[in-house]
């Protein structure tokens, strides 16, 4: 939009939305896969928020009437974390010109009460997790503040996956005019300041000032940004870094990414995976998550492809607050182009890297004023002080048009940030960021700190004659004590200790959290020339007491009253050059967790999980400042815990000060105490000389060189100690995974163990997941047959019918058949947690009386989340089905999958009970369960005499009548792709789908048959997969017999052209797990037995081939969907 100035954010889209329909908008994790994108075009973003305002006009019905001329816009507030619903639900509101005011989740209730009240916003839209502060803040007020649960608004995970399927039924329009002056000066956003010297200020920022940023950029360059750019920004929305790239990035038509994150800021370990996407062409991100990405570099096994990922960027920009030279200077050496912006929400960006400077000016240090805004700035020199000679401050004047209205802090109307800089001795316009005029500490994640009340509150104690905060460009703040030499010689030095953390947390009980002083993060200097001015009555207490070495080591060494004035006030430059290697030790022991003293953790005897997890829970009861006993629930998330960042990095540093080091990543890797706790133990046990790293090694290298010799070979002899410690990593981390499968297995178990059992049967089914894919066609099959008397249907949340209804309507499946209240009941629940899913006492009796089989369909996907995350959702859900399944004998079926057994440990699969060795099931929590659950079927076989019955589901297909496939599918999007681009990759993979209607049918005539088999009957196991198996060149003919006329080319032309396609085709999402999927040999496939299954339902055996005309009716239903273009599918039907 170079050429054109809009007048509002909403239009600048419009017309995005009509030039560039199809080009890539926004990419944002997909919610099943965390690892990946899904991304979207303008016109798709442009209906997803159409759908959401639609959905926002059901709770604003007098929205309309708020708008007219005599009403002001009214005011929505925001609370909630930075994800994908938050940053359409910002858009959304704008859509109905509604005024944003995105609040950030680091304000304090007092904060946030202060904002709301300010700008009399009349909403205030929260996630669930700060409902409670929400429900304070109206108490207080006592006014008629709405309160608005976003859970209830936000899209769900199924219309983010499928957001393209369904077109809204109302189109907000947004006309493009010529006259755009007066739009140009509305203000449809509020963002507020950090709230560092007093409470946050909300600033009103309008079209113009957010407009203008894209045009300040491509002043310095035309190419600043560009059209194909794919922006991925490591920053909260509800900060105006983060948020002002979007309107950036869209103004010039490229895409902006959202992290690969559910919430914000990434894990560590989610950084490096992030980086690993190759539609990304340039990251913004804030210094504090850069260090931790080149921190987390620097532990990896791969540094160099991890600095090759990010040399392919055009550039890493940040801002929010200035980055170290080191680690610049690290970037700078493994050739990774660096740029950083400077500015403010009041007063927009003001300068920036030069993309064509002089090689030899760092890029990340040397910024230019922008010319666009230096006619409106004053520089002025502060001479004044000795130590400031070469400091300038930027003063913005009066009639700034780039300013926030009404910002003015001096007295001739001007405004001044209050930064300092040093100008470039050779290069007029060129600054790089010092300081701050008014002592406000600028912290590394973009956070501020004013030390000045913090100090006074500290101060206030009679223990402390000074005090210092410090943390400027670090993490977090600290602080330098100086004592009262006459209140500390009453005291021994713990006593000193405790008396100086009650004077800090004083002064953190009005500070943000993230201005919040750690005890960690203190640091007591000696006395003030104490042998002169300490009385001689003084000196006679401390030279009696019987600690007075020890009080003279720790207190009295070093002469610094020339660091303080006569006032008391500090000499702060002076400070922090007299003590900078000291404060740095500070930080380098309190976020990196280094400590020479290893010694120091013998003495804390910790030989069992349990004990280790006591002395965690002791920890963060401390950190938390929780009791104890709050924390008896060792299973808990960290996140559930409020334990943020700052906390985390305490939580680290007690664990190598006190057990034992380790890398901070394993925290977020292990977030519950129960988990860590055992991770730890491993650690210790791991300077066993029978398992340690060590032993292993050896073992490993020795058994190979005996191979070797053996075999007459040189071959291998130069195995190293590397490929060794990887080997010893992937083992210890796979046993962990494994014995963590087996203890939630072996809890389940037990629990069966302890109830006992009787009979009662009737000949009805109560089923769960009818609402899904497999679910509908199941429930569809056994309406139909007269053998089923009645279904009862478990159905979560609320309108039960509309759901089913509308699930049936998409796969074309006769909805009358819901309608028969003789022959189906739907019932609601909430929690499958609850051992009656919450139902009524009398439903839940008649379920106990009348059913005779329950058929356990429902299961969460999830291939990215740990085994544990299952157990709430998902095992429990098992357990208490069975149960009900036990009070009577009823027989039991469940769906499992061939995860539960597809490892390769075991290449051909048996119809049979799994061996109990977790290391059978695909190693991911999805795997994993099913491997659990069927395990625990099993138990309820032998200890509860349920008659079980497990059916193990492959790859289930389109079914055979429309040819309706879920788009969003591995498979659907591959071959989408392919016909996008007009080629397909080779590769060695054997296909035996199952069409899932098939898969249905099979399902429910196995059901119906075991009405007839004896309870000690073997075959209980089934395997659904197409008996009838193709290799890839078959499919591949198929696929041409069918129309698709796509070129054959090796795997590595595939990738390379649907990476170039830049993340306009939906399977670029996916492009690692294709780079997987056709490098897998033919000889690692694990091979699935259907003999057993064939013999008990002839429907399997009789099932589709996977052929040509099959193939041909997906490809078809992709093409009506508009999933696959006709340039290369030249044989559709339109019929």
């Known amino acids: 939009m170079r050429d054109r100035r809009p007048g509002s954010i909403m239009e600048m889209l419009a017309f995005q939305v009509r030039q560039r329909p199809d080009q890539c908008c926004l990419l944002y994790p997909h919610p099943l896969h965390m690892d990946s994108y899904i991304s979207i075009t303008y016109r798709q973003f442009d209906t997803l928020l159409n759908r959401l305002a639609n959905k926002l006009l059901t709770i604003l019905p007098d929205i309309n009437d708020t708008k007219s001329s005599t009403f002001e816009t009214p005011v929505i507030s925001l609370l909630a974390n930075s994800d994908v619903n938050y940053l359409l639900m910002i858009y959304s509101l704008l859509k109905l010109d509604i005024v944003v005011f995105p609040l950030s989740t680091r304000n304090d209730k007092e904060a946030v009460q202060h904002l709301i009240e300010k700008t009399d916003a009349k909403y205030l839209f929260v996630s669930s997790q700060y409902l409670p502060i929400a429900n304070e803040i109206k108490t207080k007020l006592n006014s008629s503040l709405h309160i608005q649960i976003l859970d209830d608004l936000y899209l769900t995970d199924n219309e ?185 929400t009041e007063t927009g960006i003001i300068m920036v890297s030069d993309p064509e400077n002089n090689k030899n000016l760092k890029r990340w240090k040397w910024m230019k004023l922008l010319a666009m805004r230096k006619p409106y700035t004053q520089i002025v020199s502060l001479t004044n002080d000795d130590e400031s000679k070469c400091l300038k401050e930027i003063v913005f004047l009066s009639n700034d048009p780039f300013n926030t209205k009404s910002i003015s802090n001096r007295p001739d109307g001007s405004y001044s940030s209050g930064d300092l800089f040093s100008e470039h001795p050779d290069m007029p316009d060129y600054f790089t960021i010092e300081s701050r005029l008014d002592d406000i ?15 006074y509150k500290i101060k206030e104690h009679a223990i402390i004659k000074n005090a210092m905060v410090f943390g400027h460009k670090y993490f977090c703040a600290g602080v330098l004590i100086q004592l009262n030499t006459e209140e500390a010689m009453k005291y021994e030095f713990n006593k000193i200790e405790e008396k100086v953390w009650l004077a800090v947390q004083h002064g953190n009980q009005h500070s943000p959290e993230h201005s919040k002083i750690v005890q960690e993060m203190i640091k007591i200097l000696p006395l003030n020339n104490v042998l002169k001015t300490v ?40 400070v922090l050059a007299h003590y900078s290697s000291t404060i740095e030790n500070m930080y380098e022991k309190f976020l990196n967790g280094k400590d020479d003293d290893q ?56 664990i190598c000060d006190k057990i034992v080091a380790i890398p901070k990543h394993l925290l977020y890797e292990n977030p519950s105490i129960d988990t860590l706790a055992k991770k730890l133990l491993n650690l210790i046990n791991s300077n066993n000389e029978w398992t340690s790293e060590k032993a292993i090694n050896e073992y490993i290298q020795n ?28 083992l210890t981390e796979q046993n962990d995974s494994n014995k963590q499968t087996e203890e939630v297995l072996d809890k389940y178990i037990e629990r069966i163990k302890k109830d006992v059992n009787y009979e009662n049967t009737k000949q009805i089914v109560l089923m769960t997941g009818a609402t899904g894919s497999l679910g509908s066609w199941i429930l569809h099959y056994l309406l139909e047959n007269v053998q089923i008397q009645h279904c009862y249907c478990l159905i979560r949340g609320e309108n039960p019918h509309q759901r089913l209804n509308e699930s049936f309507k998409s796969r074309q499946l006769n909805t009358s058949l819901l309608e028969n209240k003789s022959r189906l009941t739907l019932l609601t629940f909430h929690d499958y947690n609850k051992e009656k899913f919450g139902l009524s006492n009398d439903i839940y009796d008649q379920l106990q009386q009348n059913v005779t089989d329950i058929l356990h369909v429902g ?98 297909s389109g079914d055979t009548l429309y040819g309706i496939w879920n788009r969003s599918e591995i498979i659907s999007m591959m071959l ?36 007839r088999q004896k309870r000690d009957n073997d075959n209980y196991v089934y395997h659904l997969e197409n008996p ?108």
């Open 1028 to 1135: 009838d198996r193709i290799n890839w060149q078959t499919f591949l003919d198929y696929l041409l017999d069918a129309g698709l006329q796509c070129t054959i080319v090796d795997k590595d032309d595939w990738l390379k052209r649907l990476r170039e396609t830049q993340a306009k085709h939906p399977a670029m999402m996916l492009y690692d797990f294709y780079e997987k999927y056709l490098s897998k040999q033919s000889n690692q496939l694990v091979q699935f037995e259907t003999v057993n299954t064939v013999q008990q339902t002839k429907l399997l055996e009789n099932c589709s081939k996977i052929n040509s005309d099959l193939i041909r009716l997906y490809l078809n239903y992709w093409y009506q969907c508009g999933d696959l273009t006709g340039e290369y599918f030249t044989n559709a039907d339109f019929i």
């Open 976 to 1011: 989408c792709a392919s016909g996008a681009m007009g080629v397909m990759p080779r590769c060695e993979q054997m296909l035996n789908w199952l069409p899932v209607n098939e898969a249905a049918e099979c399902i429910v005539d196995l059901v119906i048959n075991s009405t």
């Open 599 to 654: 010694n120091k953790r013998q003495h804390i005897k910790l030989h069992t999980a349990t004990s280790i997890g006591d002395y965690l829970q002791q920890i963060i009861s401390s950190i938390l400042s929780k009791p104890y006993s709050s924390l008896n629930d060792r299973k808990q998330l960290f996140s559930n815990l409020s334990i943020d960042s700052l906390n985390m990095t305490r939580l680290h540093r007690q």
């Open 441 to 455: 500490l600028v912290h590394s994640n973009g956070e501020k700190t004013n030390p000045i009340p913090i100090e």
């Open 703 to 730: 058994s190979i060189k005996n191979v070797c010799k053996s075999v007459h070979t040189n071959k291998y002899l130069s195995l190293t100690n590397e490929l060794s410690k990887q080997l010893w990593n992937d």
């Open 535 to 574: 009385s001689k009555k003084a000196w006679d207490i401390v030279y009696k007491r019987p600690d007075c070495s020890e009080l003279c080591s720790k207190l009295f060494v070093l002469k610094r009253s020339e660091l303080f004035t006569d006032k008391g006030n500090t000499m702060r430059k002076k």
């Open 859 to 956: 299961w969460k996907v999830n291939f990215n989340v740990n085994v544990t995350q299952f157990e709430q959702d998902c095992i429990q859900n098992l357990y208490h089905l069975l149960k009900l399944a036990k009070s009577t004998s009823k027989r039991f079926h469940f769906i499992s999958s061939i995860a539960s057994s597809n490892s390769g440990l075991q290449l051909v699969i048996k119809e049979e009970r799994l061996k109990r060795n977790s290391q059978l099931a695909t190693n991911n929590g999805y795997g994993q369960s099913k491997y659990i659950a069927e395990h625990m079927c099993y138990a309820a076989r032998d200890l509860w005499n349920v008659p079980t019955h497990i059916y193990r589901c492959g790859q289930l």
């Open 160 to 344: 983010l996956i499928h957001q393209c399927e369904e077109s809204s039924d109302v189109h907000f329009s947004v006309e493009i005019s010529s006259n755009n002056e007066a739009k140009l000066q509305q203000a449809p956003l509020i963002f507020h300041s950090s709230g560092s010297t007093a409470l946050p200020k909300p600033i009103h920022l309008t079209c113009k000032r957010l407009l203008s940023t894209y045009f300040i950029y491509i002043s310095v360059h035309p190419d600043y940004w560009r059209n194909d750019d794919v922006l991925l920004a490591w920053g909260p929305l509800y900060h105006l870094f983060a948020f002002c790239m979007t309107i950036v990035i869209w103004q010039a038509g490229g895409a902006f990414a959202l992290p690969l994150a559910k919430v914000y800021p990434p894990q560590p370990t989610k950084l490096l995976s992030n980086i690993e996407c190759k539609q990304i062409t340039t990251l913004i991100t804030v210094p504090d998550l850069l260090e931790k990405l080149v921190q987390m570099i620097k532990i990896s096994d791969n540094q160099q492809y991890y600095y090759e990922l990010l040399q392919r960027l055009r550039f890493i920009g940040f801002g929010g607050a200035s980055c170290s030279n080191e680690l610049c200077q690290e970037l700078d050496d493994h050739h990774v182009q660096t740029r950083c912006f400077i500015g403010g």
